[in-house]
Every structure is written in structure tokens, then in C-alpha cells.
């Protein structure tokens, strides 16, 4: 199984950026997608997770209004599209599948990890 993300890059605030992440090696519909990141001297937190069937969302309340995430089952591929981005947005971004059907919230709930790609809000 491997999770390829990528779109992040250095943006001033107040923009936007797409991120995605490409699965292969699994059954992609089967599986939830979450997004998580790691700022600088901090923990990994929960960012955003969609359900297998597209249906259900969930979101870190620091990101809600402005991040969206999606996933295109044709394509194998989920994205994160993120708005109104802040300095405090800062991090490697990853994202995470686990078969199951319900959002987790928790990065140890995830059985695969993509490799991260970084995301810099200037200010």
C-alpha cells in the first residue's frame, strides 16, 4: 500500500492550496481517508477525515469553514482543499487511510501513512 501526497508549497496568507493523496495497493472505497499534520515542536493533530462513502466529514474545529476535504473514487484520490490559510496552518501535511466506515479522529485508528508534504503560510 502507498499514500502519495502532494500540493503543499509556500503561500501568503488569506490563500489557498490543494492537497492531494494518490492511494494504490488497496481497495480505495473500502477505506476512510483522514489528513493530519505536524507543525514545528508540536504533535501530530487531526486535521480532516471523510468517510468511505463520501457521506460524512469531519473536521479540527481550527480548521472548520475553511479547509474542505473530498475523495474521487475513480481517481483512488483524496483531497484537501484549504482556504483563508493562516501562519498557525504551518505543517507537513499527511494523510492516512484504515478500513473501516466511520471517520477516526485519532492517527493511531490509521493503518497506512502517506510521507507528508509541507505546507508554509507566510504572513
Known amino acids: 500500500v502507498q499514500l502519495q501526497a502532494s500540493g503543499g508549497g509556500l503561500v501568503q496568507a488569506g490563500g489557498s492550496l490543494r492537497l492531494s493523496c494518490v492511494a494504490s495497493g488497496l481497495t480505495f472505497g473500502f477505506y476512510v481517508m483522514g489528513w493530519f499534520r505536524r507543525a514545528p515542536g508540536k504533535e501530530r493533530e487531526f486535521v480532516a477525515g471523510?468517510?468511505?462513502?463520501?457521506?460524512?466529514?469531519n473536521y479540527a474545529d481550527s480548521v472548520k469553514g475553511r479547509f474542505t476535504i473530498s475523495r474521487d473514487d475513480v481517481k483512488n484520490t483524496a483531497y484537501l482543499e484549504m482556504n483563508s490559510l493562516k501562519p498557525a496552518d504551518t505543517a507537513v501535511y499527511y494523510c492516512?487511510?484504515?478500513?473501516?466506515?466511520?471517520?477516526?479522529?485519532?492517527?493511531?485508528?490509521?493503518?497506512?501513512w502517506g510521507q507528508g508534504t509541507q505546507v508554509t503560510v507566510s504572513s
Open positions: 471523510i468517510s468511505r462513502d463520501g457521506g460524512d466529514w
Open positions: 492516512a487511510a484504515v478500513r473501516t466506515q466511520r471517520v477516526r479522529r485519532y492517527g493511531h485508528q490509521y493503518d497506512y
